[in-house]
Structures are given as structure tokens and as C-alpha cells.
């Protein structure tokens, strides 16, 4: 099967570089085929403005979903963003790697859903949620967390994870068509010894092993 990482971390030894890095081991030795962007690597620009487009729709008023319609129809994304809506629609299994701040995605990461996912190819047109461009494909959010668990749960600190992640799930990953997989939580990982971390990354291994038997979730329900 064909798995894009989407890997977004300025810190290669972290947690989040040790899952990434586990992931691409893990399925490529077991035969997936496995693309990946590395955000920060890659110095991608977040920033979405006239600079997606190699084309023109309205050179008077910058209106964005209106300039990504116009290069849905001719061909006119950047070079960058092409190569990126290439991997999402190469894939079967779609994983974000990521260290939840903010109770969402890095900058960096959300600037990549911005300007990548972009409407007339990815959605619109009645390409939504059910009916939607990647309703054949899988998404797994894969992140670290600064609090523990017990901070997570519904009644805890700072509620249920699941409404925390409802946004990413719903309003970008289910509306243009994916299928979610139960999400992948390392809860403070900076808490954890070498032991634990060990521990976690095997656990990791051992998920992506059978990862495409896994049944979908239904969003708000785990």
C-alpha cells in the first residue's frame, strides 16, 4: 500500500522525529511504499498568497478559493504545491505526525492543509465529506501532548481529547472525503524515561504493522 507522513517538528531527536522515523522503518520493511514530507526540512512555506499560483484569475482582487478553481482548471498551482497534492492523491493512508500546540497543529502544518488542499481539486463541485475526492483514502493523526492523559478526558483539565481534534477530523479530514483512524497519542512525552519512550515506540511499531485492518472511527465517538 502507498503511506504519505506528513512530519511536522523542528527537533529531529524529539519524540515526534523518533515516531516519524519508526513509521517509515516500520512500513517500509514490511513492503509499503512510503512518501514523506518533512515540513521543517523542507523549509516549507506556510504562507498562502499569490505565490500558490503560476496562473491568474483576478490579478485586481486576491480571492483565494476563487485563484484555486481557476488552477484546478488550468493547471496553474506553484511547482511546491503540485508536488504536495500529488502525495495526498498518491496515497491510501494519509498519517500527520505532529506535537499538538496550541490545541491544534503546528503553524507550519495547518499553513500545508492552506495551501495544498485547495478548492476544484481536493473539494467542491459536491465533493464533500461522503461524496468526497479522497472517500477511498485513510487518515491517522499521530501526536505528542505537553499534559497527561488525565488532562484529556472529558471533565479533565482541558477536556475530551476527541473535541480537541474534532476541528482536524471533521472540518479538514472527513470533509474532503477521508476515512479517520483512531488517533495515536504519546501523552507528555518529556515525563517519560528512556524506558517508556521505548515502550511507546514499540507500541507504535506494532500498530503500523496491521494498520490497514483497522476500522475507521466515527469522529466524537472514541
Known sequence: MKILIIY??????????ALFNTAIETLTQIGHEVHVSDLYAMSFNPVSDRKNFSSIHD???????????????????????VEEQHK???????????????????AILKGWVDRVFAMGRFYGNGHFYETGVFR????????????????????GFNGDLAGILRPLHRGILEFTGFSILRPHVVYEPARLSDEERRLELKTWHSRLIHVFNEVPIRVGSY
Open 8 to 17: 511536522a517538528h523542528p527537533e529531529p531527536q524529539s519524540m515526534n522525529g
Open 59 to 81: 490579478s485586481s482582487f486576491f480571492k483565494q478559493q476563487l485563484e484555486e478553481i481557476h488552477a484546478s482548471e488550468t493547471n496553474g498551482f506553484a511547482s511546491d504545491i
Open 88 to 106: 495526498v492523491e498518491w496515497c491510501d493512508l494519509m498519517i500527520w505526525q505532529f506535537p499538538m500546540w496550541w490545541f491544534s497543529v503546528p
Open 136 to 155: 477511498d483514502k485513510k487518515a491517522l493523526l499521530s501526536l505528542t501532548t505537553g499534559g497527561a492523559e488525565a488532562n484529556y478526558q472529558k471533565g
